[in-house]
């Protein structure tokens, strides 16, 4: 196996990551639909140590209580969908398949300018990180769509 082919599967090996966290994600929502979201909410803020009295705690118990059976639904499909699409670039990456990488390359480059604003908006180590991983990843599809020719 080439060098290029190990980068190109490391990129995959991180596509199918996602559409894993993803896929559970989405069963997470299958599952609680129609359960009080509100209680659950809950259970877990205090779960983790955290008042359930405070700001952040309380709108969000409040948010996800909110949240109506159709909502929970849709926002199910459209993540089981996002989690097929990731299967499907993590497959096409893995054998190296082009139209995989120009999806790598393109669906990378779409996040940069969100992530950026992300990261000078609420700086913190998570944003940063997060740039600088989908920033490597869309500079090296690109050097692997388009190879350096060197003249000898």
Sequence with gaps: MKHLDKGVRAVALLEASKGVLAL???IG???YAGQNL???AEQ???HLHLNPANRYPSIFISAIGSLPQSSLTLMSLGVAVYT???FVEAYGLWH???WTQWFALLSGAIYLPFELYEMVSHFNLLSVIVLTINLVIVVYMYLV???RRTSL
């Design 145 to 147: 769509l388009f190879p």
């Design 96 to 98: 190296n398949m082009r």
């Design 38 to 40: 509100a209680l659950l």
């Design 44 to 46: 877990l803020v205090t």
């Design 29 to 31: 929502l299958h599952v």
């Design 24 to 26: 559970v994600v989405a």
């Design 84 to 86: 097929l699409m990731r």
